[in-house]
């Protein structure tokens, strides 16, 4: 396993990150949860990523108790706020209130008295930027949170954080976590620059397009019995996007550049992200053990010039690039 710094910061992250989005607390059962756990730990994997609103807070669980009784400083501990998480008008956002009763339950769940990285889940229309970020700057000073990021935000919404961070004097974001993928680039024109520009890693989810990059799915044919398409609780909407004819026979085109560097479909698709220098890590789940180790592979990998050429010839225009998918919900949920 190899490490990256992360942002302009002194921590060092695995370039291949364990995440449990979707599987731990529902599509897996929490002894299958825990055994990918370990196998990530014994891959060499140290950084974890969760959220308080995964399978409705029980990832947050689950992923405490699998954790439970490893060398707290030899890991990177993970997670988000903004989705809702109960019922009434304040679980949810980015409002001072939420934050900070969001924190707590998240480490009391997580088992842990902090977390490495605090993200915020989405951009909140409805709170004045400088309440989130001032209830951000106040965790990481009562020593919740030791550093803090936000995911998929746009680049306009990232600058506007940044010059508040330094009027004010707060600590500022060090890390982005978009979608990001062979098939989704839609990071790069904007966010990207401004990150490198600032100083921000991107932390990567859904490097393998929702496993669309390992080539299981068939152009014409029904999905695999037991694969993510064909179950309502392992995110079958995010998955069907990429269920395209065209989209998936251009995918069945990169098995042999997959074959020539010697890398399995999702050790090249995970590769690829990280092939680029502003990402620290990408972030993989696994429904089984085999499936973390299959992916690991990917780390200190370093593809040819030549070999990234052929992957944009192959995929053309299916490639989804524009900014604008990147968007946050008006109003809260």
Aim: aromatic letters at 6%; hydrophobic letters at 40%.
């Amino acid at each position: 396993m190899e490490f990256r710094y992360l942002g302009r910061s002194g921590l060092k992250i695995s370039e291949i990150a364990y995440g449990n989005w979707i599987t731990h607390g529902s599509q897996v059962e929490e002894d299958a949860a825990r055994e990918c756990v370990h196998a990530a730990l014994d891959e060499g994997i140290t950084t974890f990523d969760t959220a308080d609103v995964y399978a409705g807070t029980r990832a947050e669980e689950v992923l405490g108790r699998a954790l439970k009784g490893r060398r707290r400083e030899g890991l990177e501990i993970f997670t988000k706020v903004y989705w809702p998480t109960g019922s009434g008008p304040n679980d949810r956002g980015l409002s001072r209130k939420h934050i900070m009763e969001s924190i707590n339950g998240s480490l009391r769940r997580l088992g842990t008295d902090y977390v490495d990285l605090y993200q915020a889940h989405r951009y909140d229309h409805e709170t004045p930027l400088e309440e989130t970020l001032r209830a951000f700057e106040d965790v990481v000073r009562q020593g919740k949170a030791l550093y803090i990021g936000v995911s998929e935000w746009r680049a306009e919404e990232i600058s506007a954080a940044l010059k508040i961070a330094e009027e004010r004097g707060f600590d500022r974001i060090i890390s982005s976590q978009p979608q990001y993928s062979m098939l989704y680039r839609v990071p790069e024109a904007e966010v990207i620059p401004l990150s490198q520009k600032e100083g921000i890693s991107q932390i990567v989810w859904s490097p393998i397009a929702q496993g669309v990059l390992t080539g299981k799915y068939l152009p014409g044919q029904p999905p695999p019995a037991g694969s993510r398409a064909t179950d309502d609780k392992s995110g079958a909407d995010f998955v069907k996007a990429w269920l395209q004819d065209d989209i998936l026979a251009r995918v069945q085109e990169l098995k042999p550049l997959a074959a020539e560097a010697g890398l399995t479909m999702a050790q090249l698709a995970v590769a690829w992200v990280l092939q680029n220098p502003n990402v620290a890590a990408a972030i993989v789940g696994a429904s089984r053990p085999s499936q973390v180790k299959d992916n690991v592979k990917a780390s200190g990998v370093k593809l040819e010039e030549d070999l990234l050429k052929r992957i944009d010839e192959i995929l053309g225009d299916v490639v989804l690039r524009d900014p604008a998918a990147t968007q946050s919900p008006r109003t809260r949920p």
